[in-house]
């Protein structure tokens, strides 16, 4: 039996693979259960009073998925017939099978994204439209941060969200990766990744958080506002089948990952750094410059077709990815720089480089 096989897996399709760690499991198990439902639940209750006080918001509620974390909050800031302005490539648009249209009537207004992942101010501005019974209201922007692994410049960030709150928008941020928005942002400003996540968090009237992404929790995702916001996103949590019972066994694990997975992100942005590393200078891939923990790889020439066949080294190697013609490579705490350093020496052994 070749080694490799008897090695874990080197699984970089997504963040959202990893297995909660031992002690995840441990606090998991050991966490205080109520009734959420009659609101009893008190390690769901310490999760939401936790994260909003850290991200400086008056509330904040528990969901199973950042779908329907999305999906409450856009049904919570418009109405029947009000339109969301949001990325061509956001999660809250593109990947969420159309919720809050086909479950809130409420009509997107997709823009597309600069090369940085924002949306342009002078084209939010020209897509919120006039008081005229011709139009939609435009009532909401909806940003994401990061977005396809990019932080979105903060200065960029504050000038859209100030123009919406000028134009009387509410601004909704699908933070399923904020601290790792958070942590790349430190690394510019030097100051603390809570300090970053709460500067990012503090442009909007909604956040929501991903626990199963990157933090490592089996499940859920927490949305933050204020009391009156979330209150009415509650009543559409109930709504859309999302009431759950002892579910603070689910919260301890995200509550685990928010004392214990935070800082250790970083170690997740220098192994994509390092893979990129490794990738780079082999004919065949452009490698792009990863500033979190997501690296795409565009397959170019003759490479291309062959996109299929590498997916199959690698997979018969142990390695896991995902794409076409254009790779994508996830790091997380269920790998490390050595788990790296086998998905660039199996990408090298295709390409003989
Ligand atoms: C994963 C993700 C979500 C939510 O995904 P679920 O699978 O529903 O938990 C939302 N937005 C972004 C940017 C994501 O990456």
Request: aromatic share 6%; net charge negative.
């Amino acid at each position: 039996m070749p080694s490799h096989v008897e090695s874990p897996i080197v699984d970089l399709r997504s963040d959202t693979v990893t297995r909660p760690t031992a002690a995840m499991r441990d606090a998991m198990s050991a966490a205080p259960l109520g009734d959420d439902v009659f609101g009893d639940d008190p390690s769901i209750n310490l999760l939401q009073t936790t994260l909003a006080e850290r991200l400086g918001f008056e509330a904040a509620l528990f969901v199973p998925t950042g779908t329907q974390s999305n999906l409450c909050a856009i049904l919570a800031h418009c109405q029947r017939g009000d339109e969301y302005i949001v990325g061509q490539m956001a999660h809250a648009y593109r990947w969420e099978g159309g919720g809050a249209a086909v479950l809130g009537s409420v009509q997107p207004q997709p823009l597309e994204h600069q090369a940085d992942g924002m949306l342009a101010l002078a084209a939010i501005e020209a897509a919120i439209k006039p008081d005229d019974v011709h139009y939609a209201r435009t009532r909401l922007l909806a940003l994401e941060n990061t977005i396809g692994g990019k932080l979105l410049p903060f200065d960029q960030v504050l000038a859209a969200t100030q123009l919406a709150q000028h134009r009387g928008l509410a601004r909704h941020l699908d933070g399923a990766r904020l601290f790792n928005a958070a942590t790349a942002q430190a690394a510019l400003s030097g100051d603390e990744v809570f300090h970053e996540a709460r500067r990012i968090a503090g442009c909007f009237d909604s956040v929501s958080v991903c626990f199963s992404k990157g933090l490592g929790a089996p499940v859920g995702s927490v949305l933050c506002g204020s009391r009156d916001f979330i209150k009415r996103a509650h009543r559409l949590r109930k709504m859309v089948g999302g009431g759950m019972r002892q579910a603070g066994v689910l919260a301890a694990g995200a509550l685990h990952a928010l004392d214990n997975h935070v800082d250790r992100l970083t170690d997740d942005h220098a192994n994509c750094k390092r893979l990129a590393d490794g990738l780079a200078g082999i004919d065949g891939l452009q490698v792009e410059t990863p500033q979190t923990n997501i690296l795409f790889v565009e397959l170019t020439g003759g490479a291309r077709e062959r996109s299929a066949d590498l997916l199959a080294h690698l997979k018969r190697h142990g390695v896991l990815a995902l794409g076409l013609y254009q790779l994508r490579f996830v790091t997380h705490l269920d790998v490390d720089s050595a788990g790296i350093d086998r998905a660039i020496a199996a990408v090298r052994s295709f390409f003989k480089a």
